[in-house]
Protein backbone atom coordinates (compact mmCIF):
# COMPACT_ATOMS: atom_id res chain seq x y z
CA UNK A 1 0.00 0.00 0.00
CA UNK A 2 2.89 2.27 0.68
CA UNK A 3 4.77 3.84 -2.02
CA UNK A 4 7.07 6.10 0.64
CA UNK A 5 8.54 2.97 2.90
CA UNK A 6 10.23 1.36 -0.23
CA UNK A 7 12.33 3.96 -0.61
CA UNK A 8 12.57 4.36 3.08
CA UNK A 9 13.42 1.04 3.46
CA UNK A 10 16.96 1.13 3.05
CA UNK A 11 17.56 4.36 4.87
CA UNK A 12 16.05 3.02 8.18
CA UNK A 13 17.55 -0.49 8.01
CA UNK A 14 21.02 1.44 7.44
CA UNK A 15 19.90 3.76 10.05
CA UNK A 16 19.46 1.12 12.81
CA UNK A 17 22.56 -1.20 11.81
CA UNK A 18 24.81 1.80 12.44
CA UNK A 19 22.90 2.50 15.27
CA UNK A 20 23.37 -1.38 16.54
CA UNK A 21 27.20 -1.70 15.38
CA UNK A 22 27.78 1.52 17.12
CA UNK A 23 25.84 0.28 20.76
CA UNK A 24 28.71 -1.24 22.55
CA UNK A 25 31.52 1.39 21.89
CA UNK A 26 32.88 3.62 24.76
CA UNK A 27 31.42 6.91 24.50
CA UNK A 28 32.82 9.63 26.23
CA UNK A 29 31.85 10.67 29.53
CA UNK A 30 30.85 13.76 30.92
CA UNK A 31 34.12 14.15 32.83
CA UNK A 32 37.07 15.34 30.85
CA UNK A 33 40.80 14.38 31.21
CA UNK A 34 41.67 11.36 33.74
CA UNK A 35 39.98 9.55 36.83
CA UNK A 36 41.79 10.43 40.29
CA UNK A 37 40.02 7.83 41.95
CA UNK A 38 39.24 3.90 40.75
CA UNK A 39 37.54 1.73 42.57
CA UNK A 40 37.32 -2.52 40.62
CA UNK A 41 34.51 -4.26 41.43
CA UNK A 42 35.42 -7.98 41.57
CA UNK A 43 33.26 -9.92 43.31
CA UNK A 44 29.59 -10.62 42.06
CA UNK A 45 27.89 -10.99 44.84
CA UNK A 46 26.11 -9.03 47.46
CA UNK A 47 26.52 -10.63 50.55
CA UNK A 48 25.04 -7.81 53.28
CA UNK A 49 23.23 -4.79 52.72
CA UNK A 50 25.57 -2.52 54.93
CA UNK A 51 25.33 1.63 54.57
CA UNK A 52 28.73 2.04 55.64
CA UNK A 53 30.67 -0.79 54.07
CA UNK A 54 33.04 0.12 51.12
CA UNK A 55 35.31 -1.59 48.89
CA UNK A 56 38.96 0.20 50.39
CA UNK A 57 37.80 3.85 51.47
CA UNK A 58 38.67 4.52 55.26
CA UNK A 59 36.60 7.43 56.84
CA UNK A 60 33.92 8.15 59.48
CA UNK A 61 31.68 5.94 59.66
CA UNK A 62 32.90 4.36 56.40
CA UNK A 63 35.01 1.30 56.40
CA UNK A 64 36.45 -1.09 54.13
CA UNK A 65 33.96 -4.99 54.09
CA UNK A 66 36.21 -7.07 56.10
CA UNK A 67 35.95 -9.92 53.91
CA UNK A 68 37.91 -7.75 51.47
CA UNK A 69 35.63 -7.62 48.45
CA UNK A 70 34.32 -4.97 46.12
CA UNK A 71 30.81 -5.43 44.99
CA UNK A 72 28.88 -3.40 43.15
CA UNK A 73 26.98 -2.20 46.45
CA UNK A 74 30.27 -1.35 47.77
CA UNK A 75 31.07 0.36 44.94
CA UNK A 76 28.79 2.33 44.70
CA UNK A 77 28.51 3.19 48.33
CA UNK A 78 32.21 4.23 48.39
CA UNK A 79 31.63 6.30 45.25
CA UNK A 80 29.34 8.41 46.62
CA UNK A 81 31.12 8.63 50.05
CA UNK A 82 34.22 9.95 49.01
CA UNK A 83 34.79 13.84 48.82
CA UNK A 84 35.00 16.15 45.84
CA UNK A 85 38.94 15.87 46.34
CA UNK A 86 38.67 11.92 45.03
CA UNK A 87 36.77 12.81 41.78
CA UNK A 88 36.28 12.04 39.22
CA UNK A 89 35.62 8.35 40.13
CA UNK A 90 35.48 5.23 37.61
CA UNK A 91 33.91 2.13 38.79
CA UNK A 92 35.31 -0.56 37.02
CA UNK A 93 34.66 -4.83 36.37
CA UNK A 94 37.51 -7.51 37.19
CA UNK A 95 35.10 -10.30 37.75
CA UNK A 96 37.02 -13.60 37.46
CA UNK A 97 36.43 -15.78 34.62
CA UNK A 98 36.05 -18.75 37.49
CA UNK A 99 33.21 -16.54 39.42
CA UNK A 100 30.43 -18.53 40.33
CA UNK A 101 28.09 -15.94 38.58
CA UNK A 102 29.97 -16.05 35.08
CA UNK A 103 27.66 -17.74 32.61
CA UNK A 104 29.78 -19.32 29.79
CA UNK A 105 26.92 -19.92 27.29
CA UNK A 106 26.64 -18.65 24.01
CA UNK A 107 25.91 -14.82 25.86
CA UNK A 108 29.45 -15.29 28.07
CA UNK A 109 28.31 -12.33 30.33
CA UNK A 110 28.59 -12.46 34.50
CA UNK A 111 25.71 -11.88 36.43
CA UNK A 112 25.39 -9.67 39.80
CA UNK A 113 22.22 -10.77 41.87
CA UNK A 114 21.19 -7.34 44.41
CA UNK A 115 19.76 -9.49 47.59
CA UNK A 116 18.35 -5.99 48.77
CA UNK A 117 18.21 -2.22 47.19
CA UNK A 118 20.85 -0.37 45.58
CA UNK A 119 22.20 2.42 47.79
CA UNK A 120 21.89 5.76 46.13
CA UNK A 121 24.35 7.07 44.01
CA UNK A 122 24.92 10.10 45.43
CA UNK A 123 27.68 12.73 46.90
CA UNK A 124 28.89 13.15 51.02
CA UNK A 125 27.38 16.78 51.08
CA UNK A 126 23.68 18.21 49.58
CA UNK A 127 25.51 20.81 48.75
CA UNK A 128 27.85 19.97 46.30
CA UNK A 129 25.79 17.45 43.84
CA UNK A 130 29.01 16.65 41.91
CA UNK A 131 29.44 13.27 41.54
CA UNK A 132 31.50 12.33 38.44
CA UNK A 133 31.34 8.99 38.77
CA UNK A 134 31.35 6.89 35.72
CA UNK A 135 30.29 3.18 35.96
CA UNK A 136 30.69 1.17 32.78
CA UNK A 137 30.09 -2.80 32.37
CA UNK A 138 32.54 -2.55 29.07
CA UNK A 139 35.94 -1.88 31.76
CA UNK A 140 35.18 -6.07 32.01
CA UNK A 141 37.76 -7.73 30.42
CA UNK A 142 36.59 -10.75 28.21
CA UNK A 143 33.28 -11.61 27.79
CA UNK A 144 31.21 -10.58 24.72
CA UNK A 145 31.93 -8.24 22.69
CA UNK A 146 28.76 -7.39 20.76
CA UNK A 147 26.00 -6.24 23.98
CA UNK A 148 26.66 -5.46 28.02
CA UNK A 149 28.68 -8.22 29.68
CA UNK A 150 27.64 -7.37 32.76
CA UNK A 151 23.89 -8.25 33.80
CA UNK A 152 22.51 -7.04 37.37
CA UNK A 153 19.59 -8.37 38.23
CA UNK A 154 18.08 -6.18 40.39
CA UNK A 155 15.72 -8.20 42.25
CA UNK A 156 12.85 -5.95 41.04
CA UNK A 157 14.81 -3.06 43.38
CA UNK A 158 15.79 0.59 41.27
CA UNK A 159 18.67 2.37 40.99
CA UNK A 160 18.45 5.98 41.78
CA UNK A 161 21.07 8.49 41.03
CA UNK A 162 20.85 11.64 43.51
CA UNK A 163 24.12 13.29 41.98
CA UNK A 164 25.32 15.28 38.71
CA UNK A 165 27.59 14.63 36.36
CA UNK A 166 27.68 10.70 36.32
CA UNK A 167 27.83 7.99 33.80
CA UNK A 168 26.39 5.19 33.45
CA UNK A 169 26.53 2.31 30.29
CA UNK A 170 26.87 -0.75 29.34
CA UNK A 171 24.76 -2.47 31.78
CA UNK A 172 22.03 -4.63 31.88
CA UNK A 173 19.06 -4.59 33.80
CA UNK A 174 16.85 -7.71 34.86
CA UNK A 175 14.10 -8.59 36.45
CA UNK A 176 12.50 -5.30 37.61
CA UNK A 177 13.22 -1.83 39.09
CA UNK A 178 14.00 1.10 37.27
CA UNK A 179 16.58 3.87 36.97
CA UNK A 180 15.65 7.29 38.29
CA UNK A 181 17.95 10.27 37.73
CA UNK A 182 16.91 12.37 39.86
CA UNK A 183 19.79 15.18 39.79
CA UNK A 184 20.68 16.73 36.57
CA UNK A 185 23.17 16.40 33.87
CA UNK A 186 23.40 12.14 33.88
CA UNK A 187 24.12 10.63 31.34
CA UNK A 188 23.02 6.83 30.48
CA UNK A 189 23.87 5.40 27.61
CA UNK A 190 24.04 1.37 25.97
CA UNK A 191 21.71 0.12 28.61
CA UNK A 192 19.08 -2.73 28.51
CA UNK A 193 16.40 -3.06 30.50
CA UNK A 194 14.20 -6.02 30.33
CA UNK A 195 15.85 -8.25 28.33
CA UNK A 196 17.34 -11.98 28.34
CA UNK A 197 20.56 -11.84 28.60
CA UNK A 198 20.81 -12.50 24.37
CA UNK A 199 18.80 -9.29 24.20
CA UNK A 200 15.97 -11.55 21.90
CA UNK A 201 12.94 -11.82 24.66
CA UNK A 202 11.78 -10.28 27.00
CA UNK A 203 12.47 -11.52 30.72
CA UNK A 204 9.22 -11.05 32.66
CA UNK A 205 10.40 -9.83 36.51
CA UNK A 206 7.82 -12.21 38.22
CA UNK A 207 6.88 -14.78 35.71
CA UNK A 208 3.91 -16.15 37.33
CA UNK A 209 2.09 -12.74 37.13
CA UNK A 210 3.28 -11.47 33.32
CA UNK A 211 0.91 -8.72 33.86
CA UNK A 212 3.90 -6.68 35.68
CA UNK A 213 5.78 -7.29 32.79
CA UNK A 214 9.47 -6.53 32.57
CA UNK A 215 11.40 -3.15 33.32
CA UNK A 216 9.92 0.23 35.38
CA UNK A 217 11.65 1.94 32.64
CA UNK A 218 13.68 5.09 32.54
CA UNK A 219 12.53 7.80 34.98
CA UNK A 220 13.95 11.19 34.76
CA UNK A 221 13.59 13.72 37.88
CA UNK A 222 15.70 16.33 36.82
CA UNK A 223 17.25 18.71 33.92
CA UNK A 224 19.96 18.08 31.44
CA UNK A 225 20.56 14.70 31.22
CA UNK A 226 21.06 12.62 28.09
CA UNK A 227 19.75 9.39 27.54
CA UNK A 228 21.05 7.45 24.18
CA UNK A 229 21.55 4.65 22.89
CA UNK A 230 19.34 2.05 25.35
CA UNK A 231 16.97 -0.59 24.92
CA UNK A 232 13.56 -0.58 26.89
CA UNK A 233 11.53 -3.52 26.38
CA UNK A 234 8.20 -4.92 28.67
CA UNK A 235 7.84 -2.02 30.55
CA UNK A 236 5.16 -1.61 32.89
CA UNK A 237 5.39 2.03 33.25
CA UNK A 238 6.43 4.80 30.26
CA UNK A 239 9.81 3.04 29.31
CA UNK A 240 11.52 6.66 29.20
CA UNK A 241 9.81 9.42 31.36
CA UNK A 242 10.37 13.32 32.11
CA UNK A 243 8.49 14.67 34.48
CA UNK A 244 6.60 17.82 34.70
CA UNK A 245 9.20 20.71 35.83
CA UNK A 246 12.13 19.10 34.54
CA UNK A 247 14.61 20.39 31.11
CA UNK A 248 16.59 20.15 28.49
CA UNK A 249 16.74 16.98 28.59
CA UNK A 250 18.09 14.68 25.71
CA UNK A 251 16.29 11.40 24.57
CA UNK A 252 18.31 9.98 21.15
CA UNK A 253 18.78 7.05 19.71
CA UNK A 254 16.97 4.67 21.92
CA UNK A 255 15.01 1.43 21.46
CA UNK A 256 11.69 1.10 23.20
CA UNK A 257 9.68 -2.03 22.62
CA UNK A 258 11.92 -4.16 20.86
CA UNK A 259 14.75 -6.56 20.93
CA UNK A 260 18.07 -5.55 21.10
CA UNK A 261 19.13 -5.25 17.57
CA UNK A 262 16.10 -3.39 17.68
CA UNK A 263 13.67 -6.11 15.40
CA UNK A 264 10.30 -7.44 16.58
CA UNK A 265 9.50 -10.93 17.37
CA UNK A 266 6.53 -12.32 14.19
CA UNK A 267 3.32 -12.04 16.14
CA UNK A 268 0.18 -14.07 14.16
CA UNK A 269 -2.32 -11.43 12.95
CA UNK A 270 -5.13 -12.99 15.04
CA UNK A 271 -3.20 -12.00 18.44
CA UNK A 272 -1.80 -8.62 17.57
CA UNK A 273 -2.84 -6.14 19.93
CA UNK A 274 -5.51 -8.41 21.53
CA UNK A 275 -6.98 -6.99 24.85
CA UNK A 276 -6.57 -9.48 27.34
CA UNK A 277 -5.19 -10.31 30.98
CA UNK A 278 -3.77 -13.67 29.41
CA UNK A 279 -0.29 -13.97 28.59
CA UNK A 280 0.59 -15.24 25.12
CA UNK A 281 4.04 -16.39 24.92
CA UNK A 282 3.40 -16.36 21.13
CA UNK A 283 2.68 -12.56 21.78
CA UNK A 284 5.02 -9.84 21.87
CA UNK A 285 4.55 -7.57 24.61
CA UNK A 286 6.44 -4.50 24.38
CA UNK A 287 5.73 -2.34 26.83
CA UNK A 288 4.83 1.42 27.51
CA UNK A 289 6.23 4.24 25.11
CA UNK A 290 8.15 7.25 26.07
CA UNK A 291 6.12 10.09 27.93
CA UNK A 292 7.33 13.99 28.44
CA UNK A 293 6.40 16.31 30.52
CA UNK A 294 8.73 19.63 31.57
CA UNK A 295 10.35 21.54 28.99
CA UNK A 296 12.89 22.04 26.27
CA UNK A 297 13.42 18.14 25.91
CA UNK A 298 14.83 16.64 22.51
CA UNK A 299 12.95 13.48 21.48
CA UNK A 300 15.18 12.33 18.57
CA UNK A 301 15.91 9.20 16.27
CA UNK A 302 13.93 6.85 18.96
CA UNK A 303 12.77 3.49 17.43
CA UNK A 304 9.41 2.83 19.16
CA UNK A 305 8.16 -0.72 17.77
CA UNK A 306 5.99 -3.45 19.03
CA UNK A 307 3.88 -1.73 22.04
CA UNK A 308 1.55 -4.08 23.74
CA UNK A 309 0.71 -4.63 27.47
CA UNK A 310 -1.55 -7.05 29.18
CA UNK A 311 -4.69 -5.01 29.80
CA UNK A 312 -8.36 -5.05 29.47
CA UNK A 313 -10.74 -4.29 27.30
CA UNK A 314 -11.10 -0.82 29.19
CA UNK A 315 -7.70 0.33 29.75
CA UNK A 316 -5.72 2.63 27.95
CA UNK A 317 -3.33 1.07 25.30
CA UNK A 318 0.07 1.91 25.24
CA UNK A 319 1.09 5.40 23.34
CA UNK A 320 4.18 5.71 21.49
CA UNK A 321 4.61 9.44 22.47
CA UNK A 322 2.67 10.71 24.93
CA UNK A 323 3.91 15.00 25.44
CA UNK A 324 2.77 17.90 27.78
CA UNK A 325 4.79 20.48 28.37
CA UNK A 326 6.27 23.23 26.24
CA UNK A 327 8.85 23.83 23.65
CA UNK A 328 9.98 20.29 22.82
CA UNK A 329 11.52 19.09 19.64
CA UNK A 330 10.47 15.72 18.98
CA UNK A 331 11.46 14.91 15.59
CA UNK A 332 12.99 11.69 13.18
CA UNK A 333 11.44 9.08 15.23
CA UNK A 334 10.64 5.81 13.54
CA UNK A 335 7.62 4.34 15.35
CA UNK A 336 6.01 1.22 14.20
CA UNK A 337 8.53 -0.39 12.00
CA UNK A 338 11.88 -2.52 13.19
CA UNK A 339 14.98 -2.27 12.32
CA UNK A 340 14.54 -4.90 9.95
CA UNK A 341 12.33 -3.01 8.07
CA UNK A 342 9.20 -4.84 9.34
CA UNK A 343 5.91 -3.13 9.94
CA UNK A 344 4.98 -4.51 13.43
CA UNK A 345 2.96 -1.22 14.32
CA UNK A 346 2.27 0.05 18.08
CA UNK A 347 -1.02 -1.02 20.55
CA UNK A 348 -1.95 2.75 20.94
CA UNK A 349 -1.60 6.07 19.62
CA UNK A 350 1.52 6.98 17.48
CA UNK A 351 1.86 10.45 19.09
CA UNK A 352 -0.30 12.41 21.71
CA UNK A 353 0.32 15.76 22.35
CA UNK A 354 -0.42 18.51 24.65
CA UNK A 355 1.08 21.68 25.75
CA UNK A 356 2.66 24.67 23.49
CA UNK A 357 5.54 25.89 21.41
CA UNK A 358 5.98 21.85 20.75
CA UNK A 359 7.45 21.08 17.06
CA UNK A 360 6.57 17.43 16.10
CA UNK A 361 8.77 17.04 12.47
CA UNK A 362 9.76 14.24 10.27
CA UNK A 363 8.41 11.49 12.34
CA UNK A 364 7.66 8.12 10.43
CA UNK A 365 4.92 6.14 12.17
CA UNK A 366 3.62 3.01 10.87
CA UNK A 367 0.53 0.81 11.67
CA UNK A 368 -0.60 2.31 14.92
CA UNK A 369 -4.10 2.42 16.46
CA UNK A 370 -6.20 4.21 18.91
CA UNK A 371 -5.41 4.04 22.83
CA UNK A 372 -9.32 4.57 23.59
CA UNK A 373 -12.44 5.31 22.38
CA UNK A 374 -12.76 8.17 19.79
CA UNK A 375 -9.22 8.88 19.53
CA UNK A 376 -8.73 7.72 15.85
CA UNK A 377 -6.18 9.12 14.90
CA UNK A 378 -2.46 8.85 14.07
CA UNK A 379 -1.66 11.91 15.91
CA UNK A 380 -3.92 13.40 18.83
CA UNK A 381 -4.43 16.67 20.31
CA UNK A 382 -5.73 16.45 23.92
CA UNK A 383 -5.63 19.25 25.84
CA UNK A 384 -7.99 22.27 27.68
CA UNK A 385 -5.24 24.25 28.89
CA UNK A 386 -5.45 27.88 27.89
CA UNK A 387 -1.91 27.59 27.19
CA UNK A 388 -2.25 25.28 24.21
CA UNK A 389 -1.05 26.23 20.97
CA UNK A 390 2.32 26.97 18.60
CA UNK A 391 2.55 23.34 17.98
CA UNK A 392 3.73 22.60 14.69
CA UNK A 393 3.31 19.01 12.68
CA UNK A 394 5.32 19.19 9.63
CA UNK A 395 6.77 16.30 7.49
CA UNK A 396 5.77 13.24 9.18
CA UNK A 397 5.07 10.33 7.41
CA UNK A 398 1.63 8.29 8.19
CA UNK A 399 0.96 5.09 7.02
CA UNK A 400 -2.05 2.19 7.79
CA UNK A 401 -3.42 3.83 11.23
CA UNK A 402 -6.21 4.23 13.11
CA UNK A 403 -8.37 6.02 10.32
CA UNK A 404 -7.42 9.93 10.43
CA UNK A 405 -4.48 11.19 10.32
CA UNK A 406 -4.43 14.31 12.98
CA UNK A 407 -7.32 14.74 14.88
CA UNK A 408 -8.49 17.29 17.83
CA UNK A 409 -9.77 15.44 21.21
CA UNK A 410 -11.24 17.56 24.69
CA UNK A 411 -10.37 20.98 24.95
CA UNK A 412 -8.52 21.85 22.18
CA UNK A 413 -10.22 25.50 20.81
CA UNK A 414 -12.90 25.71 18.57
CA UNK A 415 -10.92 28.04 16.05
CA UNK A 416 -8.38 25.14 15.49
CA UNK A 417 -11.22 22.78 15.19
CA UNK A 418 -13.15 24.99 12.56
CA UNK A 419 -9.48 26.26 10.24
CA UNK A 420 -9.47 24.54 7.14
CA UNK A 421 -6.10 23.95 5.52
CA UNK A 422 -4.69 25.06 2.06
CA UNK A 423 -7.15 24.90 -0.71
CA UNK A 424 -5.73 23.29 -4.18
CA UNK A 425 -7.44 25.24 -6.96
CA UNK A 426 -5.77 23.18 -10.26
CA UNK A 427 -3.24 20.52 -10.61
CA UNK A 428 -1.79 21.02 -14.27
CA UNK A 429 0.87 18.55 -14.45
CA UNK A 430 3.53 19.69 -12.23
CA UNK A 431 2.10 22.99 -11.05
CA UNK A 432 -0.01 23.10 -8.32
CA UNK A 433 -2.56 26.06 -7.20
CA UNK A 434 -4.48 26.73 -4.35
CA UNK A 435 -5.59 29.81 -2.03
CA UNK A 436 -6.91 29.72 1.43
CA UNK A 437 -9.33 26.88 2.93
CA UNK A 438 -13.13 27.27 2.68
CA UNK A 439 -15.50 25.61 4.88
CA UNK A 440 -19.18 24.13 3.44
CA UNK A 441 -20.93 27.58 4.95
CA UNK A 442 -18.42 29.57 2.68
CA UNK A 443 -16.38 30.88 5.64
CA UNK A 444 -12.78 31.11 4.23
CA UNK A 445 -10.08 30.43 6.93
CA UNK A 446 -7.80 33.65 5.49
CA UNK A 447 -4.14 31.94 6.14
CA UNK A 448 -1.78 34.98 4.84
CA UNK A 449 1.75 33.65 4.50
CA UNK A 450 1.17 30.66 6.08
CA UNK A 451 3.39 27.56 5.24
CA UNK A 452 1.70 25.10 3.46
CA UNK A 453 2.84 21.44 3.34
CA UNK A 454 1.92 19.16 0.69
CA UNK A 455 1.77 14.87 1.37
CA UNK A 456 0.90 12.32 -1.09
CA UNK A 457 -1.33 9.58 -0.48
CA UNK A 458 -3.02 6.97 -2.45
CA UNK A 459 -6.92 6.03 -2.60
CA UNK A 460 -7.94 3.75 -0.23
CA UNK A 461 -9.92 4.63 3.15
CA UNK A 462 -7.64 5.47 5.25
CA UNK A 463 -5.69 8.73 5.89
CA UNK A 464 -2.36 8.54 5.43
CA UNK A 465 0.35 10.77 4.23
CA UNK A 466 2.89 8.30 2.30
CA UNK A 467 5.63 10.79 1.14
CA UNK A 468 6.08 14.31 2.33
CA UNK A 469 6.28 16.56 -1.01
CA UNK A 470 7.79 19.65 0.20
CA UNK A 471 6.14 23.05 1.20
CA UNK A 472 5.38 26.18 -0.31
CA UNK A 473 4.52 29.50 1.59
CA UNK A 474 1.45 31.62 0.89
CA UNK A 475 1.03 35.15 -0.42
CA UNK A 476 -0.26 38.07 1.76
CA UNK A 477 -3.57 36.65 -0.05
CA UNK A 478 -3.38 33.02 1.00
CA UNK A 479 -2.57 32.00 -2.76
CA UNK A 480 -0.02 29.55 -3.31
CA UNK A 481 1.91 27.68 -5.68
CA UNK A 482 3.78 24.56 -6.00
CA UNK A 483 5.93 22.28 -8.20
CA UNK A 484 5.31 18.66 -7.81
CA UNK A 485 8.84 16.51 -8.46
CA UNK A 486 6.60 14.42 -11.02
CA UNK A 487 2.90 14.21 -12.19
CA UNK A 488 0.53 12.34 -10.01
CA UNK A 489 -0.28 8.64 -10.48
CA UNK A 490 -3.71 7.46 -11.66
CA UNK A 491 -3.88 6.05 -7.97
CA UNK A 492 -2.45 9.41 -6.17
CA UNK A 493 -3.98 12.11 -4.36
CA UNK A 494 -2.52 15.33 -2.42
CA UNK A 495 -3.12 16.63 1.03
CA UNK A 496 -2.34 19.99 2.38
CA UNK A 497 -1.87 21.02 6.05
CA UNK A 498 -0.99 24.93 6.70
CA UNK A 499 0.95 26.31 9.86
CA UNK A 500 0.92 30.19 10.68
CA UNK A 501 3.78 32.42 10.37
CA UNK A 502 1.78 34.69 12.48
CA UNK A 503 0.27 35.15 15.96
CA UNK A 504 -3.78 35.42 15.35
CA UNK A 505 -4.04 33.76 12.42
CA UNK A 506 -6.29 30.70 13.95
CA UNK A 507 -8.23 32.59 17.03
CA UNK A 508 -5.64 33.36 19.44
CA UNK A 509 -3.10 30.95 18.67
CA UNK A 510 0.38 31.28 18.38
CA UNK A 511 3.15 31.82 15.61
CA UNK A 512 4.07 28.06 14.77
CA UNK A 513 0.64 26.23 14.79
CA UNK A 514 -0.72 23.53 12.41
CA UNK A 515 -4.15 23.44 11.26
CA UNK A 516 -5.72 19.86 10.44
CA UNK A 517 -4.96 17.82 7.38
CA UNK A 518 -6.98 18.08 3.90
CA UNK A 519 -8.24 15.10 2.67
CA UNK A 520 -7.37 14.16 -0.79
CA UNK A 521 -6.94 16.62 -4.15
CA UNK A 522 -7.17 14.39 -6.62
CA UNK A 523 -7.66 15.46 -10.13
CA UNK A 524 -10.06 13.10 -10.95
CA UNK A 525 -12.88 11.78 -9.19
CA UNK A 526 -16.33 9.93 -8.98
CA UNK A 527 -19.89 9.60 -7.51
CA UNK A 528 -22.32 6.70 -7.47
CA UNK A 529 -26.02 6.86 -7.35
CA UNK A 530 -27.45 3.68 -5.92
CA UNK A 531 -31.30 3.09 -4.74
CA UNK A 532 -34.28 1.33 -5.96
CA UNK A 533 -35.16 1.47 -9.62
CA UNK A 534 -38.74 0.76 -9.72
CA UNK A 535 -41.82 1.97 -7.46
CA UNK A 536 -45.01 3.36 -7.23
CA UNK A 537 -46.35 6.66 -7.21
CA UNK A 538 -46.26 7.93 -3.01
CA UNK A 539 -43.31 6.27 -2.15
CA UNK A 540 -40.72 7.31 -0.92
CA UNK A 541 -37.40 6.90 -1.80
CA UNK A 542 -33.24 6.67 -0.71
CA UNK A 543 -30.81 7.32 -2.87
CA UNK A 544 -27.36 7.17 -1.71
CA UNK A 545 -24.68 9.28 -3.47
CA UNK A 546 -21.45 8.53 -2.91
CA UNK A 547 -17.90 10.15 -3.73
CA UNK A 548 -14.68 8.42 -4.60
CA UNK A 549 -11.93 8.16 -3.23
CA UNK A 550 -13.85 8.45 -0.20
CA UNK A 551 -11.01 10.59 1.27
CA UNK A 552 -11.75 13.46 -1.04
CA UNK A 553 -11.08 17.24 -0.13
CA UNK A 554 -14.05 18.49 1.48
CA UNK A 555 -16.36 20.42 1.35
CA UNK A 556 -18.11 19.22 -1.36
CA UNK A 557 -21.11 20.41 -3.32
CA UNK A 558 -23.77 18.21 -4.73
CA UNK A 559 -25.73 19.98 -7.51
CA UNK A 560 -29.09 17.45 -7.83
CA UNK A 561 -31.89 17.34 -10.40
CA UNK A 562 -34.41 15.12 -10.69
CA UNK A 563 -37.59 14.84 -12.72
CA UNK A 564 -40.63 16.68 -11.43
CA UNK A 565 -38.41 18.85 -8.74
CA UNK A 566 -36.52 21.94 -8.75
CA UNK A 567 -32.47 22.05 -8.67
CA UNK A 568 -31.37 21.52 -5.00
CA UNK A 569 -27.67 22.64 -4.27
CA UNK A 570 -26.50 21.45 -1.06
CA UNK A 571 -22.93 21.79 0.46
CA UNK A 572 -21.48 19.25 2.85
CA UNK A 573 -18.00 18.09 4.83
CA UNK A 574 -18.78 14.72 3.51
CA UNK A 575 -17.89 11.93 0.79
CA UNK A 576 -21.72 10.67 0.94
CA UNK A 577 -25.16 11.54 1.29
CA UNK A 578 -28.34 10.28 0.90
CA UNK A 579 -31.47 11.90 -0.99
CA UNK A 580 -34.92 11.28 -0.45
CA UNK A 581 -37.57 11.44 -2.97
CA UNK A 582 -41.35 10.80 -3.69
CA UNK A 583 -43.43 11.59 -7.29
CA UNK A 584 -46.84 11.47 -7.18
CA UNK A 585 -47.32 10.43 -10.70
CA UNK A 586 -46.55 7.55 -13.05
CA UNK A 587 -43.58 7.41 -15.18
CA UNK A 588 -39.82 7.15 -16.00
CA UNK A 589 -37.71 9.51 -13.61
CA UNK A 590 -34.19 10.47 -13.59
CA UNK A 591 -31.95 11.80 -11.16
CA UNK A 592 -28.86 13.32 -12.38
CA UNK A 593 -26.40 14.51 -9.50
CA UNK A 594 -22.74 16.57 -10.28
CA UNK A 595 -20.31 16.61 -7.63
CA UNK A 596 -17.70 19.45 -7.55
CA UNK A 597 -14.45 19.30 -4.79
CA UNK A 598 -13.49 22.74 -6.35
CA UNK A 599 -10.49 20.86 -8.11
CA UNK A 600 -12.58 18.09 -9.77
CA UNK A 601 -16.32 17.30 -11.20
CA UNK A 602 -17.99 14.34 -11.76
CA UNK A 603 -21.68 13.68 -13.21
CA UNK A 604 -23.92 10.61 -13.06
CA UNK A 605 -27.55 9.53 -13.20
CA UNK A 606 -29.87 7.50 -12.29
CA UNK A 607 -33.49 5.84 -13.81
CA UNK A 608 -36.53 4.63 -11.75
CA UNK A 609 -39.67 3.60 -12.91
CA UNK A 610 -42.31 4.68 -11.03
CA UNK A 611 -45.82 2.92 -11.59
CA UNK A 612 -46.34 0.89 -14.61
CA UNK A 613 -44.83 1.55 -17.93
CA UNK A 614 -46.84 2.38 -20.28
CA UNK A 615 -47.81 -0.31 -22.70
CA UNK A 616 -47.64 0.14 -27.07
CA UNK A 617 -50.38 -1.88 -28.84
CA UNK A 618 -49.10 -2.76 -31.83
CA UNK A 619 -51.67 -3.44 -34.55
CA UNK A 620 -50.97 -6.49 -37.16
CA UNK A 621 -49.82 -4.86 -40.69
CA UNK A 622 -52.96 -5.13 -43.13
CA UNK A 623 -52.25 -5.29 -46.85
CA UNK A 624 -54.29 -5.58 -49.41
Not at 377 to 386: E, H, K, N
Amino acid sequence: MSKTLFPLRGLIVLLAFVVWATAVLPAPAHSTGGFTTTITIDSSDDPDNSLTSTCTFDSGIYNPAPDGRCTLRRAILEASARPQSDRPIQIVFNLASDDPNHNRDAADTWTIVMEDSFPPLKTPSIIDLNGQVVLDGNTQSGGRIDAPKILIDTADYSLEVESENNTIRNLAFINGGAIFLKEDSNLLEYVWLGLSADGQSIQLRTPDQPQRLATGGISILSSNNIVRYNTVAGSFAPAIDTNTGTTNNQIVENQIGTRADGTVAAVAPTIQCIRNLNYDPANWYGGWGIQIGGSGHTITNNRIAGLHILQTANETAPMALDISGQNHLIEENIIGVDSAGAKVGVCGQGIKFGGSGTDILNNTIVGSRASFPDSDGVILALDSSPTFGQVTIQGNIVEDGPGEIYIFGQGIPMALRQFRPGRITAINGTQVTGTNGINKDGVVSACPNCTINFYLDDLDETGETLTHLGSATADANGDFTFNLPQPLAADEGIRTSSTTTSVGVIGTLGTGTTSAFSGLYVPTIEVEISGATTGEENDTFQFQLAVSPVQSALPITYTINATDFAENVVVLDSASSTQSLSWETPGLKTIEVTVDTGLATATMTHQIQIGEPTRQVFLPLITR
